[in-house]
């Protein structure tokens, strides 16, 4: 049998140069992803949960040092050594779509100036909450809810400050990179912070709502008188453990909790289940945060809805309060 070549220095420089250009474009990547996010979206990240923030000054950190090592010269490396290099870059790339991907939409006006205190709600920002407080006698029955996926939190403080300025408490929570799963626990944490409150309605928009629908059914089903969704649906049969009252708030013209996904939940609700569609309304207009890729085209203008979608908020709660 013919022997094969042996491999020679030169190969393995001419190995090791591809690999060090393809590491510090993956680096030269994840700066521009980090700019382009702190360009666009500066008021999502400073406003949203810390960790993102965290996570993008990492990356930056992270892509200068790639870069740097992916620039030197090395000496001949083993083929372990290699695959392991290999594998690096492959995460690294990952993780530059993953930063990409959780890019928040902003919110805009007019959730921006709702988010200002006046004579009768005060409103107070921490790094994991939002909340918004009557300043005179309020009810003992409060608001907490969960932003729709990658949304600022505080695109909904429009839509919800009616809640308050009818007398109840309302608290937004700030999600770990804008995903509501990962703040399961925030509901028992808002509980402790806040042992005044008699009841909850437990509430949220989209991906949002779904977790607020675990979280009203779940441990802490006792503590939650209501359960409201914003353009949501549960994603399981929670008939058996839910004891809240349930109102469910939908859009005609929504193209991502449609009015289908929204009828076909009817079966994990139960019976006494309210559904009021807003017609004409789309996803992105039960918050201020822009239009959402997927979405469907509205009918009616935002302040309608908003208005529309706000009054029957109100009158849920006032009604769970009773």
């Known amino acids: 049998m013919p022997q094969q070549p042996a491999e020679t220095p030169a190969h393995h420089d001419a190995r090791r140069d591809a690999l060090s250009w393809i590491g510090l474009a993956v680096a030269v990547a994840a700066l521009v992803v980090v700019v382009w996010v702190c360009v666009t979206e500066w008021g999502g990240v400073v406003h949203g949960h810390p960790a993102y923030a965290i996570a993008l000054a990492a990356t930056a950190l992270g892509a200068v040092g790639f870069g740097a090592i992916a620039l030197l010269r090395r000496v001949r490396r083993g083929v372990w050594r290699v695959i392991g ?13 993953a930063i990409a991907w959780m890019r928040p939409h902003t919110a805009v006006e007019p959730a921006l100036s709702a988010m200002e205190s006046d004579s009768a709600v005060t409103v107070t920002e921490t790094a994991t909450r939002i909340v918004l407080e009557p300043t005179g006698a309020g009810d003992d029955t409060a608001v907490f809810f969960q932003p729709g996926a990658l949304v600022d939190p505080r695109a909904y403080a429009a839509v919800l400050r009616p809640v308050a300025e009818a007398g109840h408490t309302v608290v937004i929570t700030k999600q770990p990179f804008g995903i509501a799963f990962f703040s399961l626990g925030d509901f028992s944490a808002v509980l402790a912070e806040h042992p005044d409150e008699r009841a ?7 991906l949002g709502g779904t977790v607020a629908a675990i979280q009203a059914s779940g ?13 949501s649906y549960p994603a399981d049969d929670i008939r058996d453990s839910l004891t809240a009252a349930v109102l469910s708030i939908s859009g005609s013209q929504d193209g991502l909790a449609t009015p289908e996904k929204i009828d076909a939940s ?8 309210a559904f009021l569609q807003i ?14 890729s997927g979405d469907g085209e509205p009918e009616i203008s935002h302040d309608d809805a908003r208005a529309q979608i706000s009054a029957a908020s109100v009158e849920f709660v006032d009604a769970v309060s009773e």
Not at 85 to 95: G, K, T
Not at 200 to 206: K, Y
Not at 279 to 292: I, K, N, T, V
């Open 200 to 206: 909850w309605v437990v509430g949220g928009h989209s």
């Open 266 to 273: 009817r079966g994990n609700l139960p019976q006494d289940a």
């Open 219 to 231: 441990d802490e089903a006792s503590a939650a008188a209501g359960l409201l969704f914003y353009a």
């Open 85 to 97: 290099r290999v594998a690096l870059i492959v995460l690294a790339a990952v993780w530059v779509g």
């Open 279 to 292: 017609e004409g309304a789309s996803h992105a207009q039960f918050g201020d945060y822009g239009p959402q």
